[in-house]
């Protein structure tokens, strides 16, 4: 068989392991352009008579997430080892390129497709790889295999209107309310949304910012450092279930007309966490990142992003057990400082002291 689009090597791919289980593992907490292509990978993989399970190891931290997943009635498993994983024999990767390093894979789980629009830090192999950059979201690439015919929406599956409404959504939050978006991203969304749920999709997109959310962004604003066009924010400890309040409170100083780009930190759970914002044309977030804070033992860097986001999550290590919480700040405030200071010379100076309570206790740390 002769191969002439992605759409027909993604089928052929997924027709040769028929009947065997699948399961889409999203990295990261998953967000709605991760859960969309999920939805529509798992509605292409049963189409073509292959098992697909879709999988996360951390938990949904943004309630517009919970939100999605709950009004589409996704059914998502959270795993939390290697034996969680034993049952399946192949794995499919959206949204990414790289498994997520949280959780240790089985040997024999064999990585057979991946689609994303994120640039890749390194050569990626197994049967079917589309990594397309230039678009704004994995939904836009999903629409389109959909659009070709590859388990085509038509309105008469029950699954048609959940899926049509994720791919949407997930288009929307991953080109900022389509202010990035491509022309293949309109035309993708065109599609998917003559079969969309738009009174779903209106309660799904409804913004709202809860009292956790507010007192970061207000550590955020507190407690923001700017170098020329650069601004620089931790904001402490920060409960896993609000992580995404940090890249909320990048995206937010970002709007300052003095400041181009911006990194927003603080500690979540085992780790550093960080966002990056940029508008600047010069500033290519997976570089900034990877330069700042270079890459773990297996290679695999600590940040990545794409044209105008990024972000970064470094382990605290033999750290998380430290009971003094302000010592611990101290520490990761001043190492991330240094790290982006490789990038941005003039932040070689730290700023004064500063005591930050923790945004909901956590255990160990408050």
């Avoid at 959206?94 to 997520?100: R, Y």
């Avoid at 940090?246 to 780009?261: H, N, P, V």
């Avoid at 780790?271 to 900034?288: E, H, K, N, Q």
Wanted: contains cysteine; aromatic residues 4%; negative net charge.
């Amino acid at each position: 068989m002769q191969i002439t689009s992605e759409r027909e090597a993604l089928e052929q791919v997924l027709t040769a392991i028929k009947g065997e289980p699948l399961v889409v593992l999203i990295s990261g907490h998953p967000d709605p352009d991760a859960i969309g292509a999920a939805l529509a990978h798992q509605r292409i993989c049963e189409t073509l008579g292959v098992p697909c399970t879709i999988a996360h190891v951390l938990p949904l931290s943004h309630r517009e997430n919970r939100a999605l997943v709950k009004l589409l009635h996704v059914d998502m498993t959270q795993v939390a080892s290697r034996n969680d994983l034993a049952k399946f024999k192949f794995l499919s990767l959206v949204d990414t390129s790289i498994a997520e390093s949280t959780v240790e894979l089985p040997a024999d789980l064999k990585l057979m497709t991946v689609v994303d629009h994120h640039r890749p830090s390194g050569p990626v192999e197994c049967p079917f790889v589309d990594i397309r950059p230039e678009l704004g979201a994995t939904c836009t690439m999903y629409s389109e295999f959909l659009q070709q015919g590859l388990a085509p929406l038509t309105g008469e599956r029950r699954d048609d209107a959940r899926v049509a409404t994720a791919l949407v959504f997930g288009i929307q939050t991953d080109t900022d309310d389509f202010s990035l978006a491509s022309s293949a991203d309109f035309r993708a969304t065109a599609y998917a949304k003559a079969y969309c749920d738009t009174d779903l999709l209106a309660r799904v997109g409804r913004r709202t910012i809860g009292a956790a959310a507010m007192d970061v962004l207000g550590r955020a604003l507190a407690n923001l450092v700017v170098i020329r066009d650069f601004g620089l924010s931790g904001v402490g400890n920060v409960p896993i279930n609000d992580r995404d309040a940090i890249g909320a409170a990048a995206d937010f100083i970002l709007r300052r007309e003095d400041i181009d780009t911006v990194v927003v930190f603080g500690i979540v759970d085992d780790r550093i966490d960080g966002s990056l914002r940029t508008r600047s044309p010069s500033v290519d977030p997976a570089t900034f990142l990877q330069t700042a804070f270079g890459k773990d033992r297996d290679g695999r860097p600590y940040g990545g992003g794409r044209a105008d986001k990024g972000g970064f999550q470094i382990p605290l290590g033999v750290l998380v057990d430290c009971d003094d919480s302000e010592a611990l700040w101290h520490i990761v405030e001043q190492s991330v400082q240094s790290r982006v200071a490789r990038v941005v010379p003039d932040l070689d100076h730290p700023p004064r002291n500063r005591h930050i309570e923790p945004v909901g206790a956590l255990p160990g740390k408050g």
